[in-house]
């Protein structure tokens, strides 16, 4: 009997699949942990996810709209993009704020690390709260159309609570900000 923290899969093989710039898919022949034949499919991310939630001295954040392509449906979200593995994430966070918003933060505070669906994806997100926010010129890359609006962060706390939100990493930063917030541990 294996340790419950120990892995009980057993790999038999494994084939790539698929790769692009972005992601890689790998299919494994395993034997499972009640030791039966199996398959599974691993998609690996080669960017670390990255969502920040600006927050100005009057408890004003920004919400990034744009139409995803794989919901094929519009979303609002917090600002949030992707980091090459070897970049340092903060400075990840840095660019996607000033691409998507035109905003540059003076301070910043990592609030939360996640693993968006860990049961096909190795995806790793890192989420921060910025404050101390100055405007500058946005510039987003030319795959993105987006619209950015300023909001109270109660109306978002609202939408995120009321399912308007949906987007994983706006939904858990917003919540967690939300308890910072009331446990004092957020300086405007």
């Known amino acids: 009997m294996h340790h419950p923290q120990e892995n009980p899969w057993k790999i038999k093989s494994k084939q790539q699949v698929y790769d692009n710039p972005w992601i890689n898919l790998t299919e494994y022949q395993v034997i499972n942990p009640s ?42 979200e917090i600002p949030e993009g992707g980091g090459p593995l070897p970049e340092d994430p903060l400075d990840a966070a840095k660019r996607e704020l000033l691409e998507e918003t035109g905003l540059v933060a003076a301070n910043w505070t990592e609030i939360q690390r996640l693993h968006l669906s860990n049961s096909v994806t190795d995806e790793l997100s890192i989420l921060y709260v910025a404050t101390g926010l100055t405007q500058h010129e946005a510039d987003p890359e030319d795959t993105e159309q987006l619209i950015v609006k300023k909001v109270h962060f109660d109306e978002v706390y609202r939408m995120v609570c009321d399912g308007e939100i949906t987007d994983a990493m706006t939904v858990a930063a917003i919540l967690k900000v939300k308890l910072m917030l009331a446990e004092g541990n957020i300086a405007l």
């Open 35 to 76: 030791g039966n034949p199996g398959i599974y499919g691993k998609v690996h991310f080669k960017n670390r996810a990255i969502g920040i939630v600006p927050l100005d001295a009057d408890m004003n954040t920004y919400l990034v709209g744009q139409y995803r392509f794989t919901l094929n449906e519009y979303s609002w």
